[in-house]
């Protein structure tokens, strides 16, 4: 399986805030496993963390703030995109003001560092939450959307739509992850010169400049105004009739406002707290439409809070039932497994197909066919057995004895007709010849029986 990946050493980035003005240093460091991104504020009294997740997010006016108590980091949008496109699960940031660096306006500095530092893997599995059904969130009024379809890895399309003559419609496309650094990075955030009066009369775009934004000129005002605007701003004098982009760099790539918007969904995905495997379709994203979805996404996360293996019956079995039955001892009416679908260094998928014909069911029950739940997790345990002889050479001269089982619980009833898919894991390494398991049953995706257990391998007489 894939392993969660932090960083292999820290760096440090340093630059004004966008919103601020305020000089700042940000900086990155490896986390342990499982431990997520979390932002320190090392700026204030006892340097409180703040989680970067979704429900943090408290406003997304011209970016994503996160927050806790009283304790706010805004602009982390370019930071998470550029972790998360590096596939970096866990993540400690310290930071020394209210928000990021703004930088040039993109994430690019961001990747050249993580690059530069390289990556390491740990021995955790990383967690994907898998899309296997649509999942959209809709702004009626502004029609924006973002819908996520199934996929086998991440992947975005973008429609960004303005009311302007010089930003109409753009597209933008990411097909890996890999690709982020050299075609998504280095776009930058981008304004148009209508919005700039009001955000800085909302107290923002303090340290925003020509050389941290594509400043768009599209609508023709009278030039006192236009004076006023760009005086404002710090933004050399303009003629009315010159209309286009204004800044001191050109334009990165052609689309670059939309490979933006595409950049910003990363970052705002980022808070989900796990990487996904899908492809989001968004049209004319925003940061708030883009909290709302990666909220709704996290409590889809809850309700399936584990998650059914994808189970495709017409691909080869990595274990069939003839070799099966040269592993296990087992033979009919107690051969429980059919086939293993899938297998890990520390986990393996089995298949249960429940048929009629199975024998306990002419008395368990006759009028209502129900598999027994002793037989369900006997067939969850023949699994796990085929896991722990997995980590020996010549198996087939060893034994697994199961010595305790705890915590088993049944979730629904199981009937002809279903194919229950086993997920066991191991929880701790093997010891003395002693394994720890954790595994789960579903048919299709819900939990039906689960179940902890411990057992000894043993080598044959």
């Given at each position: ?6 960083l ?6 340093s ?32 340097a ?12 997304t ?15 982390i949008?370019?930071?998470m ?16 003001a ?7 306006g ?18 955790a599995?990383?967690?994907y ?42 597209y933008?496309?990411l097909?890996?992850l890999?690709?982020f650094?050299?075609?998504?990075a ?5 304004v148009?010169v ?9 107290n ?5 400049d ?13 030039q006192?105004?236009?004076?006023r ?6 933004i ?9 982009y ?16 595409l ?6 995905m ?5 990487p996904?495997?899908g ?6 994203p ?6 709302q ?6 409590k ?6 584990v998650?059914?293996p994808?189970y ?6 990595v274990i069939?039932?003839n ?8 033979r009919?009416p ?10 890990g ?6 298949v249960k ?8 069911f002419?008395?368990h ?15 969850m345990?023949?699994?796990?057995g ?6 020996v ?5 060893y034994s697994?004895?199961f010595?305790?089982?705890?915590n ?11 194919t ?23 048919v299709?995706e ?11 391998i043993?080598?044959?007489?």
């Amino acid at each position: 399986m894939t392993k969660q990946k932090t960083l292999k050493e820290s760096f440090s980035l340093s630059g004004k805030g966008l919103h601020t003005g305020l000089n700042i240093k940000v900086t990155f460091h490896p986390a342990p496993e499982n431990h997520g991104y979390k932002i320190k504020r090392i700026d204030l009294q006892n340097a409180p963390v703040v989680d970067a997740v979704a429900e943090n997010v408290k406003s997304t006016q011209r970016g994503t703030v996160v927050a806790k108590n009283d304790v706010q980091i805004s602009t982390i949008e370019h930071a998470m995109a550029a972790l998360y496109a590096a596939e970096i699960d866990n993540c400690l940031i310290e930071v020394d003001a209210p928000e990021f660096p703004i930088l040039d306006g993109s994430a690019v500095f961001y990747s050249e560092a993580i690059r530069k530092v390289g990556t390491e893997e740990q021995n955790a599995s990383k967690d994907y939450f898998i899309i296997k059904e649509k999942i959209e969130v809709k702004d009626e009024a502004t029609g924006a959307s973002l819908i996520i379809l199934p996929d086998d890895k991440f992947n975005l399309n973008v429609l960004i739509s303005f009311d302007s003559c010089i930003l109409p419609n753009q597209y933008a496309t990411l097909e890996d992850l890999s690709d982020f650094e050299q075609e998504i990075a280095s776009s930058r955030t981008f304004v148009f010169v209508k919005e700039i009066e009001g955000l800085m009369k909302a107290n923002l775009i303090k340290g925003g400049d020509l050389d941290n934004a594509i400043v768009i000129y599209d609508e023709k005002i009278p030039q006192e105004e236009l004076n006023r605007i760009t005086e404002l701003a710090g933004i050399s004098p303009l003629s009315i009739d010159k209309l286009g982009y204004l800044n001191n760099k050109p334009l990165v790539y052609p689309n670059e406002p939309a490979r933006h918007k595409l950049l910003d969904i990363i970052g705002d995905m980022a808070l989900i707290g796990k990487p996904l495997k899908g492809r989001i379709i968004a049209t004319r994203p925003g940061h708030k439409i883009n909290n709302q979805f990666a909220r709704l996404v996290r409590k889809e996360i809850k309700i399936h809070e584990v998650q059914a293996p994808v189970y495709r019956p017409g691909e080869e079995p990595v274990i069939d039932i003839n070799r099966i039955k040269e592993l296990l001892p087992h033979r009919y009416p107690f051969l429980l497994i059919d086939k293993i679908i899938e297998m890990g260094a520390k986990h393996i998928v089995g298949v249960k197909n429940v048929s009629i014909n199975e024998p306990f069911f002419m008395g368990h029950f006759p009028e209502e066919p129900v598999m027994p739940g002793v037989l369900m997790v006997e067939a969850m345990a023949q699994a796990s057995g085929l896991l722990v002889l997995s980590t020996v050479e010549e198996p087939h001269r060893y034994s697994t004895y199961f010595m305790k089982i705890d915590n088993v619980k049944f979730r629904q009833k199981v009937v002809p007709g279903d194919t229950i898919i086993f997920r066991v894991q191991f929880l701790t390494d093997i010891r003395r010849g002693i394994a720890n398991m954790k595994g789960y049953g579903f048919v299709g995706e819900k939990v039906v029986v689960e179940a902890e257990f411990m057992a000894q391998i043993i080598k044959n007489k």
